[in-house]
């Protein structure tokens, strides 16, 4: 059986990609700071910082999903601990899924990322610091790790979930946009897309995007 281990698995993306492995009968383990509020049948639960934890859950998964929020204790230490877990799953076999910002993606071919141009200040610090975890990826994941950095739609996160469509886009490093230039996923859709990544791999050390 499928193991997949989801850092971040209490919160909005990985509880939606923890509902959806578990769905496809897939072996679960979610990582989380504190014990959830509605714990899912059939989900193991592991509670600890993240570095402490992936010791001893890593080890043994097929897949490795990062999902962790640069918020409260873990502002300034994402790219660390993403480090740590990068070189886990490496060391595992584990393919690693790192999921990022929308402002990491491209408005077009060798235009600058969004990050790089006027992001609002409230989200100016998750942006840079979610950017750096995929440059991470890029200039220091280890050279046997099969990663996939993925991107949310603009429009994406528990203020707008969204419905299930069963449909999805997967771009490049460029995001995609809809005919009203609107880009926007639902939570569900954006979770069946990771697993799909999972499951059928079809990206390997690239950025994506995922839109609905």
Same mark, same amino acid.
């Given at each position: 059986m499928t193991?997949? *281990? *989801?850092?971040?698995?209490? /919160?909005?993306?990985?509880?939606?990609? *923890?509902?959806e492995a578990l769905a496809r009968?897939?072996?679960? +383990?979610?990582?989380?700071?504190?014990?959830?509020?509605? &714990?899912?049948?059939?989900?193991?639960?592991?509670? /600890? &910082?993240a570095e402490e934890v992936a010791a001893r859950v890593v080890p043994g998964a097929d897949a490795v999903v990062a999902a962790l929020s640069p918020r409260g204790d873990m502002a300034g230490r994402l790219v660390e601990v993403y480090a740590d877990l990068a070189r886990q799953a490496a060391a595992a076999g584990a393919r690693y899924v790192q999921v990022g910002g929308f402002s990491s993606l491209r408005p077009a071919p060798e235009a600058p990322r969004? +990050?790089?141009?006027?992001?609002?200040?409230?989200?100016?610090?998750?942006?840079?610091?979610?950017e750096a975890t995929r440059v991470m990826l890029v200039d220091r994941a280890p050279a046997d790790l099969d990663w996939v950095f993925v991107s949310p739609a603009?429009?994406?996160?528990?203020?707008? &979930?969204?419905?299930?469509?069963?449909?999805?886009? =997967?771009?490049?490093?460029?995001?995609?946009? #809809?005919?009203?230039?609107?880009s926007? +996923?639902? /939570?569900? #859709?954006?979770?069946?897309?990771? =697993?799909?990544?999972?499951?059928? &791999?079809?990206?390997?050390?690239?950025?994506?995007?995922? *839109?609905g």
């Amino acid at each position: 059986m499928t193991t997949v *281990v *989801v850092f971040g698995g209490t /919160g909005y993306t990985g509880a939606n990609v *923890v509902r959806e492995a578990l769905a496809r009968g897939f072996e679960v +383990v979610a990582v989380s700071r504190s014990a959830p509020r509605d &714990p899912v049948p059939g989900v193991r639960y592991e509670t /600890g &910082p993240a570095e402490e934890v992936a010791a001893r859950v890593v080890p043994g998964a097929d897949a490795v999903v990062a999902a962790l929020s640069p918020r409260g204790d873990m502002a300034g230490r994402l790219v660390e601990v993403y480090a740590d877990l990068a070189r886990q799953a490496a060391a595992a076999g584990a393919r690693y899924v790192q999921v990022g910002g929308f402002s990491s993606l491209r408005p077009a071919p060798e235009a600058p990322r969004f +990050v790089e141009g006027e992001i609002p200040a409230e989200y100016l610090d998750e942006a840079l610091e979610g950017e750096a975890t995929r440059v991470m990826l890029v200039d220091r994941a280890p050279a046997d790790l099969d990663w996939v950095f993925v991107s949310p739609a603009g429009e994406y996160g528990a203020w707008v &979930p969204g419905e299930r469509t069963d449909s999805y886009r =997967v771009g490049g490093e460029v995001a995609l946009f #809809d005919d009203e230039g609107g880009s926007r +996923v639902s /939570g569900e #859709d954006f979770a069946a897309a990771i =697993v799909d990544e999972i499951e059928t &791999p079809a990206h390997h050390r690239a950025h994506i995007g995922v *839109v609905g």
